[in-house]
């Protein structure tokens, strides 16, 4: 039996709360021991389900035409310490030659990821769009997650994906802060790029064109997620409605990182870089756990700066709600701090 990795999202809401009742909850009030437990169990049934249903079949074909198709292009226009020690990139020797279908042949083991947090930077009202690169510099990459109800064990259909990171130097667009590069910079507030919603089709899944994220003081690298369920798209292209299901956030391999970190622009940043061991977030969500919030990944080309490759699917407790807190608001007239 081969079952995607799961990082298990939206820890909250197992055991509590009633169906189409959406009370804001806290991972803190819930035994984590008893949670793992639970989840654990719940994959473990949800694996055959999504092999009967060819989930996992249509996922490796997927993952296989995108990269297909992009290697023909180009470019693109568990406890903590195994876990950052542990390689996300293929197992295989991947070269643009490699079958696609092998690539994707082998799926990694079922693993739970902790709720994570949301961050100083999340602007609300940010656009439904796939290509959220706005002509950002940096190396291409393609994102690629798959949303499974952790209860039925089927895909999450029309589940909205918000995704957001800094840019190849470390600053985060559509908010102005002093600790977000130049805080007397107030153009950044109307700058949307590598930020962007996409709705989940009926296989739960939703694919980002972006660039890799950079880093700044005190963090690894990582992408922010925000799973709304419930929510409906307006005219605007904005969302309305609906409930947040997860918070989180996501990690690269150190390895990938070092070898990102070593390109231009990424190495005309002098802040130095938190390795994944050292970052907060990663220890929280893993530490005595089989936690694993890090893409799998790819490359493109015949090095990192042809481009990547990476997916993850991600479990969630869609009854689960949480609050929100968000830095700034994207208008029709631009950003509005908060």
Same mark, same amino acid.
């Given at each position: 039996?081969?079952?995607?990795? #799961?990082?298990?999202?939206?820890?909250?809401? #197992?055991?509590?709360?009633?169906?189409?009742? +959406?009370?804001?909850?806290?991972?803190?009030?819930?035994?984590?021991?008893?949670?793992?437990?639970?989840?654990?169990?719940?994959?473990?049934?949800?694996?055959? +389900?999504?092999?009967?249903?060819?989930v996992n079949?249509?996922?490796?074909?997927?993952?296989?035409?995108?990269?297909?198709?992009?290697?023909?292009?180009?470019?693109?226009?568990?406890?903590? !310490?195994?876990?950052?020690?542990?390689? +996300?990139?293929?197992? =295989?020797?991947?070269?643009?030659?490699?079958?696609?279908?092998? =690539?994707?042949?082998?799926?990694?083991?079922?693993?739970?990821?902790?709720?994570?947090?949301?961050?100083?930077?999340?602007?609300?009202?940010? =656009?439904?769009?796939?290509?959220?690169?706005?002509?950002?510099?940096?190396?291409?990459?393609? #994102? !690629?997650?798959?949303?499974? !109800?952790?209860?039925?064990?089927?895909?999450?259909?029309?589940?909205?994906? !918000?995704?957001?990171?800094?840019?190849?130097?470390?600053?985060?667009?559509?908010?102005?802060?002093?600790?977000?590069?130049?805080?007397?910079?107030?153009t950044n507030?109307?700058?949307?790029?590598?930020?962007?919603? *996409?709705?989940?089709?009926?296989?739960?899944?939703?694919?980002?064109?972006?660039?890799?994220?950079?880093?700044?003081?005190?963090?690894?690298?990582?992408?922010?997620?925000?799973?709304?369920?419930?929510?409906?798209?307006?005219?605007?292209?904005?969302?309305?409605?609906?409930?947040?299901?997860?918070?989180?956030?996501?990690?690269?391999? *150190?390895?990938?990182?070092?070898?990102?970190?070593?390109?231009?622009?990424?190495?005309?940043?002098?802040?130095?870089?938190?390795?994944n061991a050292?970052?907060?977030?990663?220890?929280?969500?893993?530490?005595?756990?089989?936690?694993?919030?890090?893409?799998?990944?790819?490359?493109?080309?015949?090095?990192?700066?042809?481009?990547?490759?990476?997916?993850?699917?991600?479990?969630?407790?869609?009854?689960?709600?949480?609050?929100?807190?968000?830095?700034?608001?994207?208008?029709?007239?631009?950003?509005?701090?908060?």
């Amino acid at each position: 039996m081969q079952f995607g990795k #799961l990082a298990l999202l939206a820890m909250a809401g #197992l055991a509590i709360g009633h169906p189409g009742v +959406h009370e804001p909850t806290s991972y803190n009030a819930l035994s984590k021991k008893s949670f793992l437990h639970n989840a654990k169990r719940s994959l473990n049934l949800c694996a055959d +389900h999504l092999e009967r249903r060819g989930v996992n079949a249509r996922a490796k074909a997927r993952r296989a035409v995108t990269v297909a198709k992009y290697r023909k292009r180009g470019r693109v226009a568990r406890d903590t !310490d195994k876990v950052v020690n542990t390689s +996300h990139h293929s197992s =295989l020797n991947v070269t643009p030659n490699t079958s696609e279908y092998e =690539l994707f042949a082998k799926n990694p083991v079922c693993i739970l990821a902790p709720e994570g947090e949301i961050g100083p930077f999340w602007v609300k009202g940010e =656009l439904v769009r796939s290509d959220v690169r706005d002509g950002e510099d940096g190396i291409p990459i393609i #994102l !690629d997650g798959q949303f499974i !109800d952790i209860n039925t064990c089927e895909p999450i259909q029309d589940l909205y994906w !918000d995704v957001w990171n800094c840019n190849s130097t470390g600053v985060y667009s559509g908010v102005q802060s002093s600790m977000n590069g130049n805080g007397n910079d107030a153009t950044n507030l109307d700058k949307t790029s590598l930020r962007g919603i *996409q709705k989940t089709d009926a296989d739960g899944v939703a694919q980002f064109k972006s660039i890799f994220p950079g880093h700044y003081d005190g963090r690894a690298t990582h992408v922010h997620v925000i799973a709304h369920v419930g929510a409906q798209e307006q005219a605007n292209k904005t969302l309305s409605g609906g409930h947040v299901a997860h918070i989180g956030q996501l990690f690269f391999d *150190q390895d990938l990182i070092t070898q990102v970190e070593n390109t231009y622009p990424y190495n005309t940043n002098t802040v130095s870089i938190t390795e994944n061991a050292d970052d907060h977030v990663v220890i929280v969500e893993t530490e005595d756990s089989n936690s694993d919030p890090f893409f799998e990944y790819a490359l493109l080309g015949e090095t990192v700066e042809d481009g990547l490759f990476a997916w993850i699917t991600l479990g969630v407790n869609v009854s689960a709600s949480y609050e929100t807190s968000n830095a700034a608001t994207l208008t029709s007239s631009g950003g509005v701090s908060e």
